[in-house]
Protein backbone atom coordinates (compact mmCIF):
# COMPACT_ATOMS: atom_id res chain seq x y z
CA UNK A 1 0.00 0.00 0.00
CA UNK A 2 2.56 2.69 1.22
CA UNK A 3 4.43 1.91 -2.58
CA UNK A 4 1.08 2.89 -4.10
CA UNK A 5 0.62 5.85 -2.18
CA UNK A 6 4.17 7.39 -2.40
CA UNK A 7 3.44 7.69 -6.14
CA UNK A 8 0.15 9.73 -5.09
CA UNK A 9 1.69 12.01 -2.92
CA UNK A 10 4.96 13.29 -0.48
CA UNK A 11 4.33 11.01 2.79
CA UNK A 12 5.45 12.57 5.98
CA UNK A 13 7.60 11.09 8.15
CA UNK A 14 7.18 12.18 12.72
CA UNK A 15 9.73 14.26 13.95
CA UNK A 16 12.24 14.10 16.72
CA UNK A 17 11.57 11.27 19.84
CA UNK A 18 14.39 12.39 21.77
CA UNK A 19 13.70 15.87 22.06
CA UNK A 20 9.83 15.01 23.17
CA UNK A 21 11.10 12.95 26.11
CA UNK A 22 13.84 15.25 26.86
CA UNK A 23 11.07 17.83 27.37
CA UNK A 24 9.20 15.45 29.95
CA UNK A 25 12.52 15.60 32.21
CA UNK A 26 12.09 11.98 33.43
CA UNK A 27 14.39 11.53 37.04
CA UNK A 28 16.69 8.44 37.05
CA UNK A 29 13.46 7.00 38.98
CA UNK A 30 11.11 7.60 35.93
CA UNK A 31 13.75 5.79 33.35
CA UNK A 32 14.47 2.73 36.52
CA UNK A 33 10.47 2.10 36.67
CA UNK A 34 9.22 -0.65 39.28
CA UNK A 35 11.06 -3.19 37.39
CA UNK A 36 14.54 -1.78 37.46
CA UNK A 37 14.70 0.08 40.76
CA UNK A 38 17.18 -2.42 41.62
CA UNK A 39 19.18 -2.35 38.41
CA UNK A 40 23.26 -2.21 38.91
CA UNK A 41 24.06 0.61 36.74
CA UNK A 42 22.76 4.08 35.39
CA UNK A 43 19.35 4.07 33.44
CA UNK A 44 18.60 8.03 32.80
CA UNK A 45 18.97 8.73 28.89
CA UNK A 46 18.55 5.12 28.19
CA UNK A 47 14.95 6.49 26.31
CA UNK A 48 14.61 3.03 24.57
CA UNK A 49 13.96 1.36 27.89
CA UNK A 50 10.93 4.18 28.60
CA UNK A 51 8.82 1.91 26.14
CA UNK A 52 8.92 -0.45 28.85
CA UNK A 53 8.81 1.66 31.88
CA UNK A 54 6.85 4.70 30.28
CA UNK A 55 4.68 2.82 27.62
CA UNK A 56 2.03 5.88 28.33
CA UNK A 57 4.26 8.65 27.47
CA UNK A 58 5.98 6.61 24.54
CA UNK A 59 2.49 5.81 23.04
CA UNK A 60 1.14 10.24 23.73
CA UNK A 61 4.06 11.45 21.83
CA UNK A 62 3.36 8.94 18.46
CA UNK A 63 0.29 10.17 19.12
CA UNK A 64 1.02 13.44 18.63
CA UNK A 65 3.06 13.26 15.55
CA UNK A 66 0.25 11.51 13.95
CA UNK A 67 -2.23 14.12 14.98
CA UNK A 68 0.16 17.08 13.68
CA UNK A 69 0.30 15.16 10.10
CA UNK A 70 2.34 12.78 10.08
CA UNK A 71 1.74 9.28 7.98
CA UNK A 72 5.28 7.64 9.25
CA UNK A 73 5.86 6.99 12.81
CA UNK A 74 9.12 5.37 14.00
CA UNK A 75 9.50 2.80 17.12
CA UNK A 76 11.59 4.39 19.44
CA UNK A 77 14.59 1.56 19.33
CA UNK A 78 17.14 3.91 17.58
CA UNK A 79 19.40 2.26 20.30
CA UNK A 80 17.71 -1.27 20.91
CA UNK A 81 20.30 -3.79 20.01
CA UNK A 82 22.44 -5.94 22.53
CA UNK A 83 25.58 -3.73 21.27
CA UNK A 84 23.77 0.06 22.26
CA UNK A 85 22.44 -1.77 25.22
CA UNK A 86 25.90 -3.52 26.66
CA UNK A 87 26.07 0.51 28.25
CA UNK A 88 23.51 0.06 30.68
CA UNK A 89 24.09 -3.83 31.10
CA UNK A 90 20.98 -4.85 29.12
CA UNK A 91 21.93 -6.62 26.51
CA UNK A 92 19.16 -9.26 26.90
CA UNK A 93 16.51 -6.75 26.75
CA UNK A 94 16.96 -6.52 22.79
CA UNK A 95 14.18 -8.70 21.56
CA UNK A 96 11.94 -7.09 24.18
CA UNK A 97 12.35 -3.33 23.64
CA UNK A 98 11.51 -3.38 19.80
CA UNK A 99 8.32 -5.72 20.20
CA UNK A 100 7.18 -3.52 22.62
CA UNK A 101 8.00 -0.27 21.26
CA UNK A 102 6.50 -1.64 17.88
CA UNK A 103 3.47 -2.76 19.32
CA UNK A 104 2.89 0.37 20.71
CA UNK A 105 3.43 2.56 17.98
CA UNK A 106 1.13 0.12 16.07
CA UNK A 107 -1.57 0.09 18.41
CA UNK A 108 -1.36 4.30 17.81
CA UNK A 109 -1.37 4.24 13.91
CA UNK A 110 -4.14 2.09 13.57
CA UNK A 111 -5.72 3.97 16.11
CA UNK A 112 -5.48 7.22 14.22
CA UNK A 113 -6.34 5.23 11.01
CA UNK A 114 -9.50 3.92 11.79
CA UNK A 115 -10.94 7.56 12.33
CA UNK A 116 -9.43 8.41 8.69
CA UNK A 117 -9.23 5.71 6.89
CA UNK A 118 -8.42 7.42 3.79
CA UNK A 119 -5.21 8.53 5.13
CA UNK A 120 -3.27 5.18 6.49
CA UNK A 121 -0.81 5.22 9.05
CA UNK A 122 2.52 3.52 8.83
CA UNK A 123 4.96 2.45 12.01
CA UNK A 124 8.60 2.34 10.81
CA UNK A 125 10.68 0.20 13.00
CA UNK A 126 13.73 1.89 13.49
CA UNK A 127 17.10 0.56 13.05
CA UNK A 128 19.99 3.00 14.83
CA UNK A 129 23.80 2.51 13.64
CA UNK A 130 24.79 1.24 16.95
CA UNK A 131 27.61 3.13 18.88
CA UNK A 132 30.15 1.08 17.40
CA UNK A 133 31.82 0.99 13.80
CA UNK A 134 33.19 -1.65 11.66
CA UNK A 135 34.94 0.35 9.24
CA UNK A 136 37.51 2.24 11.60
CA UNK A 137 39.12 1.91 14.54
CA UNK A 138 38.49 3.54 17.40
CA UNK A 139 41.89 3.68 19.06
CA UNK A 140 44.57 5.78 17.32
CA UNK A 141 47.14 4.10 17.89
CA UNK A 142 46.20 0.53 16.59
CA UNK A 143 44.23 1.47 12.81
CA UNK A 144 43.70 -2.08 11.88
CA UNK A 145 41.49 -2.86 14.99
CA UNK A 146 37.51 -3.13 15.00
CA UNK A 147 35.22 -2.79 18.57
CA UNK A 148 33.00 -4.42 16.52
CA UNK A 149 32.56 -7.26 13.91
CA UNK A 150 30.60 -7.70 10.66
CA UNK A 151 29.02 -10.93 12.44
CA UNK A 152 27.99 -9.12 15.64
CA UNK A 153 26.40 -6.54 14.01
CA UNK A 154 24.51 -8.92 11.74
CA UNK A 155 23.66 -10.90 14.81
CA UNK A 156 22.54 -8.03 17.10
CA UNK A 157 20.35 -6.36 14.01
CA UNK A 158 18.61 -9.82 13.53
CA UNK A 159 17.33 -10.31 16.98
CA UNK A 160 16.07 -6.23 16.57
CA UNK A 161 14.43 -6.71 13.10
CA UNK A 162 12.92 -9.84 14.59
CA UNK A 163 11.49 -7.81 17.25
CA UNK A 164 10.10 -5.23 15.41
CA UNK A 165 8.48 -7.46 12.75
CA UNK A 166 7.07 -9.17 15.50
CA UNK A 167 6.11 -6.11 17.17
CA UNK A 168 4.10 -5.07 14.38
CA UNK A 169 6.33 -2.86 12.01
CA UNK A 170 4.87 -2.09 8.44
CA UNK A 171 8.59 -1.30 7.27
CA UNK A 172 12.02 -0.81 8.43
CA UNK A 173 14.09 2.36 8.63
CA UNK A 174 18.02 1.92 8.74
CA UNK A 175 18.71 5.43 9.71
CA UNK A 176 21.55 7.72 10.30
CA UNK A 177 23.97 5.53 8.50
CA UNK A 178 27.19 6.93 9.40
CA UNK A 179 29.63 3.79 8.66
CA UNK A 180 27.72 1.77 5.22
CA UNK A 181 29.22 -1.23 6.48
CA UNK A 182 27.18 -1.39 9.52
CA UNK A 183 24.22 -0.59 7.59
CA UNK A 184 25.06 -3.54 5.23
CA UNK A 185 24.99 -5.94 8.06
CA UNK A 186 21.84 -4.86 8.81
CA UNK A 187 20.31 -5.02 5.17
CA UNK A 188 21.65 -8.28 4.96
CA UNK A 189 20.12 -9.18 8.83
CA UNK A 190 17.20 -7.80 7.21
CA UNK A 191 17.39 -9.75 4.25
CA UNK A 192 17.95 -13.30 6.32
CA UNK A 193 14.99 -12.88 8.54
CA UNK A 194 12.64 -12.35 4.94
CA UNK A 195 14.11 -15.27 4.10
CA UNK A 196 13.91 -17.47 7.21
CA UNK A 197 9.73 -16.24 7.62
CA UNK A 198 9.44 -15.60 4.08
CA UNK A 199 7.88 -12.40 4.15
CA UNK A 200 9.24 -9.13 2.86
CA UNK A 201 8.15 -5.89 3.71
CA UNK A 202 9.39 -2.34 2.54
CA UNK A 203 13.13 -0.60 3.50
CA UNK A 204 14.06 2.90 4.29
CA UNK A 205 17.86 3.53 3.82
CA UNK A 206 18.54 7.34 5.50
CA UNK A 207 22.43 8.38 5.80
CA UNK A 208 24.09 11.01 7.43
CA UNK A 209 26.11 13.73 6.03
CA UNK A 210 28.65 14.48 8.53
CA UNK A 211 29.86 17.73 7.55
CA UNK A 212 30.18 19.99 4.75
CA UNK A 213 33.35 17.57 2.71
CA UNK A 214 29.73 15.66 1.95
CA UNK A 215 30.94 12.46 3.25
CA UNK A 216 29.88 10.36 5.48
CA UNK A 217 31.83 9.34 8.82
CA UNK A 218 33.40 6.69 7.30
CA UNK A 219 34.04 8.63 3.98
CA UNK A 220 32.04 7.59 1.96
CA UNK A 221 30.27 10.65 -0.92
CA UNK A 222 26.47 10.94 -1.74
CA UNK A 223 26.93 8.74 -4.81
CA UNK A 224 29.40 5.98 -3.20
CA UNK A 225 26.91 5.83 -0.60
CA UNK A 226 24.07 5.22 -3.00
CA UNK A 227 26.13 2.83 -4.91
CA UNK A 228 26.76 0.75 -1.58
CA UNK A 229 23.21 -0.22 -0.31
CA UNK A 230 21.30 0.01 -4.07
CA UNK A 231 22.18 -3.75 -3.87
CA UNK A 232 18.51 -4.92 -2.99
CA UNK A 233 15.06 -3.69 -3.68
CA UNK A 234 14.16 -0.15 -1.47
CA UNK A 235 11.59 1.73 -0.90
CA UNK A 236 13.38 5.10 -0.14
CA UNK A 237 17.14 6.24 0.23
CA UNK A 238 17.77 9.42 1.86
CA UNK A 239 19.37 11.59 4.59
CA UNK A 240 18.86 12.55 7.97
CA UNK A 241 20.56 13.97 11.31
CA UNK A 242 23.74 15.97 11.65
CA UNK A 243 22.90 18.76 9.14
CA UNK A 244 19.65 21.05 8.99
CA UNK A 245 17.44 21.62 5.99
CA UNK A 246 19.83 24.47 4.43
CA UNK A 247 22.79 22.02 4.23
CA UNK A 248 21.32 18.74 3.23
CA UNK A 249 19.77 20.46 0.46
CA UNK A 250 22.49 20.53 -1.94
CA UNK A 251 23.24 16.31 -0.79
CA UNK A 252 19.38 15.60 -1.86
CA UNK A 253 19.84 17.17 -5.26
CA UNK A 254 22.94 15.13 -5.43
CA UNK A 255 21.05 11.83 -4.72
CA UNK A 256 17.46 12.01 -6.71
CA UNK A 257 19.74 12.67 -9.84
CA UNK A 258 21.69 8.92 -9.64
CA UNK A 259 18.71 6.81 -7.86
CA UNK A 260 16.08 5.34 -9.12
CA UNK A 261 14.83 4.48 -5.49
CA UNK A 262 12.22 7.39 -4.01
CA UNK A 263 14.06 9.89 -1.79
CA UNK A 264 13.85 10.92 1.68
CA UNK A 265 15.11 13.42 3.77
CA UNK A 266 14.52 14.19 7.30
CA UNK A 267 17.21 17.43 8.97
CA UNK A 268 17.18 18.33 12.23
CA UNK A 269 15.90 21.73 13.29
CA UNK A 270 19.15 23.97 12.05
CA UNK A 271 22.34 23.19 13.62
CA UNK A 272 22.92 22.93 17.79
CA UNK A 273 23.78 25.84 19.40
CA UNK A 274 26.38 26.21 21.84
CA UNK A 275 24.50 24.23 24.42
CA UNK A 276 23.66 21.52 21.87
CA UNK A 277 20.19 22.29 21.43
CA UNK A 278 17.97 23.52 18.31
CA UNK A 279 16.63 26.79 17.89
CA UNK A 280 14.86 26.97 14.56
CA UNK A 281 11.30 27.35 14.79
CA UNK A 282 8.80 25.54 12.78
CA UNK A 283 8.19 28.10 10.20
CA UNK A 284 11.83 28.94 9.42
CA UNK A 285 12.41 25.33 8.91
CA UNK A 286 9.17 24.57 7.35
CA UNK A 287 10.43 27.50 4.60
CA UNK A 288 13.74 25.53 4.41
CA UNK A 289 12.13 22.44 3.52
CA UNK A 290 9.99 24.17 0.20
CA UNK A 291 12.68 23.82 -1.69
CA UNK A 292 13.07 20.17 -1.71
CA UNK A 293 9.49 20.32 -2.64
CA UNK A 294 9.43 22.96 -5.18
CA UNK A 295 12.23 21.36 -6.73
CA UNK A 296 10.19 18.11 -6.88
CA UNK A 297 13.22 15.92 -5.20
CA UNK A 298 11.49 14.24 -2.57
CA UNK A 299 8.80 11.30 -1.77
CA UNK A 300 9.49 11.58 1.84
CA UNK A 301 9.70 14.24 4.50
CA UNK A 302 10.22 14.84 8.06
CA UNK A 303 12.14 16.30 10.83
CA UNK A 304 15.61 14.61 13.15
CA UNK A 305 16.79 16.21 16.11
CA UNK A 306 15.11 19.41 17.88
CA UNK A 307 12.11 18.61 15.90
CA UNK A 308 8.67 18.60 17.56
CA UNK A 309 4.78 17.88 17.07
CA UNK A 310 4.54 21.37 15.37
CA UNK A 311 7.44 21.77 13.01
CA UNK A 312 5.69 18.30 11.10
CA UNK A 313 2.25 19.99 11.59
CA UNK A 314 3.42 23.19 9.33
CA UNK A 315 5.88 20.88 7.64
CA UNK A 316 2.71 18.56 6.29
CA UNK A 317 0.79 21.87 5.28
CA UNK A 318 3.75 22.55 2.71
CA UNK A 319 3.73 18.93 1.74
CA UNK A 320 -0.33 18.82 0.73
CA UNK A 321 0.43 21.45 -1.72
CA UNK A 322 3.08 19.99 -3.61
CA UNK A 323 3.65 16.62 -5.66
CA UNK A 324 6.24 13.89 -5.49
CA UNK A 325 9.79 13.48 -7.11
CA UNK A 326 9.33 11.30 -9.77
CA UNK A 327 11.93 8.44 -9.70
CA UNK A 328 13.61 7.82 -13.01
CA UNK A 329 14.50 4.02 -13.91
CA UNK A 330 18.24 4.46 -14.56
CA UNK A 331 21.44 2.82 -13.54
CA UNK A 332 24.26 4.37 -11.56
CA UNK A 333 26.56 2.95 -14.19
Do not use: W
Not at 73 to 88: K, L, P, V, W
Amino acid sequence: MIEALLKERILVLDGAMGTMIQRLEFSEEDFRGDRFKDHLCPLGGNNDLLSITQADAIKNIHEEYLLAGADIIETNTFSSTSIAMADYQLEDLAYELNYESAKIAKAVAQKISAKNPDKPRFVAGSIGPTNKTASMSPDVNDPGFRAVSFDDLFEAYYEQVAGLIEGGADLLLVETVFDTLNAKAALYAIQQYFQDKKIILPIMVSGTITDKSGRTLSGQTVEAFAISVSHIPLLSIGFNCALGASQLLTYIKRLSKITYFNTSVHPNAGLPNAFGEYDQSPKEMAALIDPFLNQNLVNIVGGCCGTTPEHIRLIAQSVAKSKPRNPQIKTHA
